[in-house]
């Protein structure tokens, strides 16, 4: 393994920083590395910690009296400046269980009240979304959205649209969108009609 030196804070943000590491390879050479997170300062790193608390949590929901469509959210991301298909998601808060977590973000982004499906660990622990780059994990849960969907609750840097899709529109989204890669897998369970969305979560 590599041998970590020296870790750096380089910037002072509310929701994610930049930390930079001083290091030795595997073989012998320097290494100089940028990592993103969402910590609060370097003993909070999971490189330090060694624990995998989740940052955030991802929502898989089921719609409808059939529950033939999926909860979906159309949201502008600076990044690639462009509208982009995700499930909704959220920061967990500190101290805050992410099931709960879950519940509240769906219904800030969406309206919608979320029944929760029970799972295996293995199913919905924290799970790194983007290693290369940041030490970032995120739950994911399953469950049943029902109510109408409303903005009122979404926040002014958030420009979300909701969306109902059923299986024609998640293979056109599939095809023509940009979306998600944590998303993406999910709907592509969702497409056959054969099976229950949620089947894969009983092996």
Do not use: W
């Not at 909860?71 to 998601?89: G, M």
């Not at 399953?142 to 024609?168: C, F, P």
């Amino acid at each position: 393994m590599g041998i970590i030196h020296d870790v750096r804070k380089l910037t002072d943000l509310s929701y994610l920083n930049l930390y930079q590491l001083h290091a030795t390879s595997i073989h012998e050479t320097p290494v100089v590395y940028n990592v993103a997170s969402r910590a609060k300062n370097v003993e909070k790193l999971k490189l330090k910690t060694h624990e995998n608390m989740a940052d955030g949590v991802i929502i898989y929901s089921l719609y409808g009296e059939r529950r033939d469509r999926v909860v979906l959210v159309r949201q502008y991301r600076y990044t690639i400046d462009d509208y982009i298909y995700e499930f909704p998601a959220g920061l967990v808060e500190e101290g805050e269980d992410f099931h709960a977590a879950a519940v509240r973000e769906l219904r800030e982004e969406t309206g919608l009240t979320l029944e929760l499906v029970p799972v295996e660990e293995g199913y919905e622990k924290p799970y790194f979304t983007t290693i290369g780059m940041t030490d970032e994990t995120c739950a994911t849960v399953y469950g049943y959205a029902s109510g109408t969907v409303r903005k009122d609750e979404q926040e002014d840097s958030e420009e979300i649209e909701v969306v109902l899709a059923d299986r024609q529109e998640v293979r056109r989204i599939l095809r023509e969108e940009k979306v998600a890669i944590m998303c993406a897998y999910m709907l592509m369970h969702f497409l056959d009609e054969t099976k229950d969305p949620f089947e894969f979560l009983n092996y």
